[in-house]
């Protein structure tokens, strides 16, 4: 390599590398096993003291490394055992708990995903017969995770020593250079895949916080030991590789070339490949193919480089002819499934520009396609060359090399973000609605910090219609009616401007599951727009059972949280147009529970539509409705006569056509 070049490499990979971390933003880097979903939900209220408390995250954890704790405004614990994986759901832990009545919990939880080590840690809150003390925390899917500087070293020794260990093992077997010399160049990468994997170990142990013997009997430990197994294959073969005899020497070549594509496999099953549920099997192999494919052509044009030392000669040229014929097929596999595993991770194309991981993927790609140019050029202008000059060619693969090493800083970086495919599972905090007013002069758009009912955030924005630019209003409010219950009288939050962007306050106006008409008055000076919007709590999960007797509606039986009450729905006929849906309420013991009238609702979001319901007992009611052939969600509201008790319960209906 020229002077300058060897001056250039630590330049530009600095300056590749610079732009990687500050488009990943680690502090934005959420950990891999968030937090799909909760039983209890975040900020939920309860009147029946849940046996257990249930989490289910993203991937699947280690529960021996697990942590949940459950406790009250006081600190007191209130867990009953240990957390276990539920059966059949590798997903979710379940914690066993003895809670009391009328009292406010906090869920404080630390996991360690079992496919890659990297831990997530978040908290919660929900009440028992009252709300909770405070909100419920806005990181209740996960803590934000910075990446860990050990583990990127870990992870980026070990990959840079396999592939000068492929990239050596392929010269020594095609004649790149002579089989000693891949030898001693294969053992420099050998030790700097062991320094990485003792590095990378150190990482996890840490990120575990158990003792180094605990974390060794995980699948994380196991991956480590696999790891250094197929190291121990890899060192055989470069000892054996030492041998004189050429047959030999291949073998062991082959040997290596085993060991190290091993040890690759290991380390893509424990990453992000090894998380894809059933597609694991095709992406493990794509994302193999694709590192073997970069060790075979990275790791070889180093050794060829070497190789190529000093003046021309008919034996360099007839190994850059060799290095020619294995480079140009392996580059098109490192393009193609590179492109695969990339894009693979992201749901959308937005998600490349807006997320971390997503810039990753287009800076990781720019390199690629830069490197391709440079091969190219290689190919076509230093070929020809090479019998009378060298020097081009040595240009231009220190070119190659320096991107490539940046580029496998990126990749390095892409193995600790998680993909922004695999984070779209979790359940959504808070909640989201937009609008414009009749005139369509604004847009306003209203989040929340959770979607449970009881204290929450109010955020505002409000754009100009056409432009899109921030509209500064001298006041925002938001008015609030129940939808679902209407006898419960409307309220009113005033929001404070919050920076230039957006208003917002704090209020306990969603008071109740269900759906609610919210409107937003945006008042500058005389004049004032009101936007409609509509939102819909998240209800505590429900217990539904449905009874099929052939020749009879199939009835829906909801087990409701208040009391053990219980509430029947079934349409008959069962069909689509017009029919009679009907309610029946029990309480804990099966028999009739008497309520007031009570409130239909058929369908979500703007479908939604209300019915009268007519009375035929004091639990039984009957409405006339239309139905839709499909699935109709039907929600059914009333109150206790004994202690005017809300009763609401949800069940969806699956109407045949005529």
């Known amino acids: 390599m020229p002077r300058h070049a060897r ?3 630590p330049v530009l990979l600095a300056a590749c590398l610079a732009a990687v971390v500050v488009g990943a933003d680690a502090r934005a880097a959420w950990a891999h096993a968030g937090l799909r979903s909760s039983d209890p939900p975040a900020g939920a209220v309860l009147d029946v003291p849940p046996t257990a408390v249930r989490l289910t995250f993203l991937e699947v954890p280690e529960p021996s490394l697990a942590m949940i704790r459950v406790t009250g405004a006081d600190g007191t614990s209130y867990a009953a055992g240990s957390p276990t994986a539920m059966p059949g759901d590798d997903l979710t832990l379940t914690m066993p708990v003895q809670l009391d009545e009328k009292r406010a919990y906090t869920v404080t939880w630390r996991v360690v995903s079992a496919v890659d080590g990297h831990p997530s840690a978040g908290s919660f809150s929900f009440g028992v017969g009252v709300p909770p003390d405070r909100l419920a925390v806005s990181n209740a899917t996960g803590a934000p ?9 870990g992870r980026w020794a070990f990959s840079l020593g396999l592939i000068a260990v492929l990239g050596a093992a392929t010269a020594g077997l095609f004649g790149f250079a002579g089989s000693r010399g891949s030898s001693r160049r294969g053992g420099v990468g050998l030790a700097s895949a062991v320094l990485g994997l003792v590095v990378l170990a150190e990482a996890q142990h840490r990120a575990a916080r158990a003792p180094f013997g605990d974390l060794l009997e995980t699948s994380i430990g196991r991956a480590l030991v696999w790891r250094a197994v197929a190291l121990g294959v890899v060192a055989a073969g470069l000892v054996v590789g030492r041998a004189h005899r050429p047959h030999v020497a291949r073998r062991a070549g082959w040997l290596t070339m085993a060991g190290a594509g091993a040890a690759v496999a290991v380390h893509v099953a424990a990453g992000h490949a090894g998380a894809r549920g059933s597609l694991l099997v095709p992406t493990v192999a794509t994302q193999w193919a694709h590192v073997v494919a970069v060790g075979v052509w990275a790791g070889g044009l180093a050794a060829l480089l070497v190789g190529v030392r000093g003046a021309p000669s008919d034996a360099k040229v007839a190994a850059v002819r060799r290095f ?17 595993r990339a894009l693979g991770g992201v749901a959308t194309w937005s998600e490349l520009g807006s997320t971390p991981y997503g810039r990753l993927v287009v800076t990781k790609l720019a390199l690629v396609s830069a490197i391709v140019g440079l091969a190219v050029a290689n190919r076509r202008r230093s070929g020809p060359r090479a019998a009378t000059s060298l020097r081009l060619l040595r240009r231009l693969a220190g070119g190659e090399l320096v991107l490539a090493m940046g580029a496998l800083g990126a ?55 056409d432009s899109g630019r921030d509209v500064v209003a001298d006041r925002v409010s938001l008015q609030f009616r129940p939808l679902d219950d209407p006898s419960t009288a409307p309220s009113r939050l005033v929001l404070e401007p919050v920076g230039p962007r957006s208003y917002e306050a704090v209020g306990t106006n969603l008071s109740l599951d269900g759906r609610w008409a919210v409107t937003a008055l945006v008042e500058r000076g005389p004049d004032s727009v009101s936007v409609p919007l509509e939102v819909q709590t998240r209800s505590a999960p429900q217990f539904l059972s449905l009874e099929r007797v052939p020749g009879t509606p199939v009835k829906h039986t909801v087990q409701l949280v208040s009391g053990g009450a219980s509430l029947r729905v079934w349409a008959d006929p069962e069909q689509s147009g017009p029919t009679q849906v009907y309610a029946t309420y029990f309480d804990r013991f099966g028999e009739e529970l008497p309520v007031g009238e009570p409130v239909l609702t058929t369908g979500t979001g703007p479908s939604a539509r209300q019915h009268a319901m007519r009375r035929l007992g004091p639990n039984r009611f009957v409405a006339d409705v239309s139905l839709e052939r499909g699935r109709t969600v039907v929600a059914v509201i009333a109150r206790t006569v004994t202690d005017d008790q809300r009763l609401r319960g949800l069940v969806t209906l699956d109407i045949p056509g005529r």
């Open 324 to 340: 020619s014929a294995v480079a140009a097929p392996t580059l098109a596999v490192i393009v193609v499934t590179g492109v695969l």
């Open 7 to 9: 001056f250039a490499v």
């Open 145 to 153: 995770s910075t990446l860990s500087p050990l583990e990127l070293l």
């Open 411 to 465: 990749a390095g970086l892409l193995a600790s973000l998680p993909p922004p495919a695999t984070t779209r599972g979790a359940e959504p905090l808070g909640l989201t609605a937009t609008g414009s007013d009749y005139a369509t002069t604004v847009r306003v758009r209203l989040t929340t910090e959770t979607a449970v009912p009881g204290p929450n955030r109010f955020a505002v924005r409000v754009t100009d219609y």
